[in-house]
């Protein structure tokens, strides 16, 4: 824990209006951002004023919205992380070898990020409704890397995280009760990989293993998504999971 002495309190409250903006409202007035941010509305403009002034949104007057200038905070994780540089190589080769999409995920409060991708080579790019690519951010429970990495918390950390939230549905498939979702975990620490069907997003399955490093924490999940057009569950993880296995394998010495 951080000293009290030592706490930026306006820099807190700067951050939180700036991630106040996501895909659901990607413009805020002063009264939005202070709902979203906790803060009162007069802190919140003044803020997003400086924020403005800063280049790192723009504003009609009444609204504001972000501009490119914060991908810089991105950008620099990207070059300067240890592991999108490590496994980048590996979602490359799995992609050229299998002509799938795969994916390294990261944890961060209530969802994951994906922090490295590959492409599709040689078979066109299947857009999904909240998008696959670099930087996205997807609920942790509905999502096969989620739950991989929700799996491999202790006991006190898990509940701790589940009483602090409310699991959205987000298909009709999705899980919402932490009961059912302690169970699905439970067998996620037992299988040891992760397989989502439609909980997400529908007429999509997800495949996910643990990325571990060599003291055995995790620190990250791999996974490939697919079409249920395309593939079958179990045609998936038949094909797929040992690929992702020997890949978590390969990858592990160099996390």
């Given at each position: ?9 306006g820099?807190a ?36 004023l ?18 490119p ?112 979702l ?40 791999l ?19 040992p ?13």
């Amino acid at each position: 824990m951080i000293a009290k002495a030592d706490f930026i309190e306006g820099m807190a409250k700067g951050l939180a209006v700036l991630e106040s903006f996501d895909t659901e409202r990607q413009r805020l007035n002063a009264t939005l951002a202070a709902q979203r941010a906790g803060i009162t509305r007069a802190a919140a403009r003044r803020h997003l004023l400086t924020l403005t002034h800063l280049g790192y949104l723009e504003s009609d007057g009444s609204y504001f919205w972000l501009t490119p200038k914060v991908l810089r905070f991105s950008g620099s994780y990207l070059a300067s992380a240890r592991l999108p540089r490590v496994i980048q190589p590996t979602l490359n080769r799995l992609a050229a070898q299998t002509q799938e999409s795969f994916s390294a995920v990261v944890l961060d409060g209530d969802e994951v990020v994906i922090v490295a991708r590959s492409g599709v080579y040689g078979a066109p790019t299947r857009l999904l409704a909240y998008g696959l690519h670099l930087g996205a951010r997807l609920p942790a429970h509905a999502t096969s890397t989620g739950r991989v990495l929700l799996a491999a918390m202790g006991p006190a950390e898990l509940s701790a995280w589940l009483q602090a939230r409310t699991l959205a549905r987000l298909t009709p498939q999705t899980t919402v009760q932490a009961s059912a979702l302690r169970r699905l975990l439970k067998q996620v620490r037992e299988d040891d990989f992760c397989l989502a069907t439609e909980e997400h997003e529908l007429g999509v399955l997800a495949l996910a293993v643990p990325l571990r490093n060599m003291q055995g924490r995790t620190v990250a999940a791999l996974n490939v998504v697919a079409s249920t057009q395309q593939r079958e569950a179990s045609a998936l993880q038949q094909g797929l999971l040992p690929l992702l296995m020997e890949a978590a394998r390969e990858v592990r010495a160099l996390l």
